[in-house]
């Protein structure tokens, strides 16, 4: 099992709630199928609106100031495994297998799992493959990573290597 840390940056923005409503839908399949256990929506500030949503969900809302949002979110996740998704993220046909797989096989020198985003820009997909060959140093969006790696702080000291993982990221 793992848990999903959504991030939402600007609950002030007029589509925020309905990006975030749309991602967190998704996640249900996952909670039905028996992977994701818990969920953890992180934003960088105070929204009655993000607490309403968090309170009808189960998720554990998590403030934000600096730093990496996804390790704000591993302190309060629960599981040893986190996917880190951004508000909006709509998770592909095929995720829930090709994630279960992966937590399941992955070896301690596979630092973390990368879902394709076919929706990034040019300069997030240059980054994501000199990271693919170099190491990352911090979790993205898309990114499956254990807790402990997250926790530890805001950058990966070794750099983790990156397993290309075929399901896909959308954007809502």
């Known amino acids: 099992?793992?848990?999903?840390?959504?991030?939402?940056?600007?609950?002030?923005?007029?589509?925020?709630?309905?990006?975030?409503?749309?991602?967190?839908?998704?996640?249900?399949?996952?909670?039905?199928?028996?992977?994701?256990?818990?969920?953890?929506?992180?934003?960088?500030?105070?929204?009655?609106?993000?607490t309403a949503v968090a309170e009808a969900t189960g998720a554990t809302l998590v403030l934000h100031r600096d730093?990496?949002?996804?390790?704000?979110?591993?302190?309060?996740?629960?599981?040893?495994?986190?996917?880190?998704?951004?508000?909006?993220?709509?998770?592909?046909?095929?995720?829930i297998r090709t994630l279960d797989r992966f937590v399941g096989t992955a070896r301690p020198e596979i630092g973390l799992g990368r879902l394709h985003r076919p929706a990034a820009g040019?300069?997030?997909?240059?980054?994501?493959?000199?990271?693919?060959?170099?190491?990352?140093?911090?979790?993205?969006?898309g990114d499956v990573v254990r807790r402990a790696a997250l926790r530890a702080g805001n950058a990966f000291a070794p750099r983790l290597r990156i397993r290309p993982l075929i399901a896909r990221i959308d954007r809502a």
Do not use: F, H
Request: with cysteine.
């Open 67 to 95: 730093g990496n949002p996804y390790a704000a979110g591993a302190a309060a996740a629960r599981r040893d495994w986190v996917l880190c998704l951004e508000a909006g993220d709509v998770l592909g046909e095929g995720w």
């Open 122 to 141: 040019w300069r997030r997909r240059l980054v994501g493959g000199i990271e693919v060959l170099a190491g990352a140093r911090q979790a993205r969006a």
């Open 1 to 50: 099992m793992l848990s999903a840390v959504t991030y939402l940056a600007d609950p002030a923005d007029p589509d925020a709630i309905d990006r975030l409503a749309d991602t967190l839908s998704v996640l249900v399949s996952g909670v039905a199928g028996g992977l994701i256990g818990d969920a953890v929506i992180v934003t960088g500030r105070e929204s009655e609106a993000v």
